[in-house]
């Protein structure tokens, strides 16, 4: 037999293209056992003896060709690699169709989904959370409805930098331009109205979308899924004391009906804001170094309450029913479909890059690798598969809860 040996790292580099190298901490893959009163939303398991490995194949730009990739996956979509132009994966959220089912079923329920369009116009930095906390209980009900707090405050410059302050002079916010820690310029959010008009659940992004209609048209407490999928996530002291609270005013569109799955696909880029009068503020928690976000917009009715809970002086409600209704809900739309959902805890510990290596007979045969860095969060990440009921072969790997809502929901549509 011949033996087909290629210097993949020479290859790569001639393209200008580079492979990560991610190891995980991993648990075992576990079924989600109700009767044992666990949920998909149980507390990652404290075990994660098994080592895996995954890969990623970016470009020069950073743009992505392979992400997540098993070695096995990785070494499957080699081939092509080699011997055809690469497109870069698009970050577009899937199963579009089954989340638009959701949306007509809701509309024969008498609900309705709306989508809208926001622009930002100014990124603040808080400096003083006691003193913004004061300034929004000050806040009367005329001014809630247009600008808020920063009608309230006074705008002061010096050196090119803006500072919003209080009326005795206090600094509470700093301007910034930073655009790392700034959200999209013109976030697209969705929500769904009840028969009369009013907003049972809000500011939903397009990725949460499915798993949040699932839980309306499943009777779940709106209360909870704002909770569990819209508010800051469970964060640690330290997380709190590190976590940066950014302040960002604006511009909203007029919402408009969701009608069809192109109106999902397009995700609002038509709706124009910029003639719009209405105004929103929102609060979003941010952790530096790594920029990384830790909650959605958090309106300023709400931001008491969050910073109540994250500091330990107000308790959060007990979702317990809730967790299992939803849990119950998704499994059995599983069982329908003669799959078992397991999860998958694991944790990020490092990322490499990789040099010299080979591919010898359809396998990466050797490689070494340089650790570029350790992994920036310590936050364990479930991750959840369908397996086949009678063969115990995995159709979907790697699914967020989000997705796998959505990927359950799409799936059923084959058999109609």
């Not at 098994?50 to 997540?68: H, I, P, S």
Request: charged share 20%.
């Amino acid at each position: 037999m011949t033996m087909i040996q290629i210097a993949l790292g020479s290859f790569l580099k001639e393209q200008e293209l580079a492979i990560n190298y991610l190891t995980y901490s991993s648990s075992l893959p576990s079924p989600i056992r109700l009767e044992l009163g666990q949920t998909l939303f149980s507390k990652p398991i404290a075990n994660l003896d098994y080592q895996q490995e995954r890969f990623q194949l970016y470009d020069q730009y950073g743009q992505l060709f392979a992400d997540d990739l098993l070695k096995g996956e990785f070494e499957r979509l080699l081939p092509t690699i080699l011997t055809k132009e690469l497109v870069p994966m698009m970050f577009e959220t899937p199963y579009l169709d089954g989340v638009f089912s959701l949306v007509a079923s809701l509309s024969e329920l008498g609900y309705q989904v709306v989508i809208y369009r926001q622009q930002r116009l100014a990124s603040w930095q808080v400096l003083e959370t006691n003193l913004l906390l004061q300034e929004l209980a000050n806040l009367n009900e005329s001014s809630e409805g247009s600008q808020g707090v920063i009608n309230q405050l006074e705008c002061q410059e010096k050196d090119n930098i803006m500072t919003l302050t209080n009326q005795v002079g206090e600094a509470i916010m700093l301007e910034t331009n930073d655009t790392r820690l700034s959200h999209e310029d013109e976030p697209t959010y969705y929500a769904v109205l009840d028969e009369a008009g009013e907003v049972v659940l809000g500011k939903i992004p397009l990725e949460l979308l499915g798993l949040l209609l699932f839980g309306v048209l499943s009777g779940i407490s709106p209360s909870f899924l704002h909770a569990e999928f819209l508010s800051v996530e469970e964060l640690s002291d330290i997380e709190v004391a590190e976590s940066q609270l950014l302040f960002e005013n604006y511009r909203v569109s007029l919402p408009h009906k969701v009608e069809s799955i192109t109106d999902l696909v397009h995700n609002g880029e038509h709706i124009c804001v910029t003639d719009s009068q209405n105004m929103v503020e929102e609060y979003y928690f941010w952790k530096p170094p790594a920029y990384s976000r830790l909650s959605w917009g958090i309106m300023p009715k709400d931001l008491p309450m969050v910073l109540g809970q994250l500091a330990g002086n107000q308790g959060k409600p007990d979702y317990t029913k809730e967790k299992m209704v939803f849990s119950e809900k998704v499994l059995a739309l599983a069982a329908a479909q003669d799959l078992t959902i397991f999860r998958v805890d694991r944790l990020l510990m490092s990322i490499s890059d990789t040099d010299d290596l080979e591919y010898t007979n359809g396998e990466i045969s050797d490689f070494t690798i340089e650790k570029r860095q350790q992994a920036t969060s310590n936050k364990i990440e479930t991750v959840f598969e369908a397996r086949c009921v009678h063969t115990g072969e995995v159709l979907f790997p790697d699914l967020t809860l989000a997705n796998l809502v959505s990927k359950l929901v799409s799936y059923s549509l084959l058999d109609e």
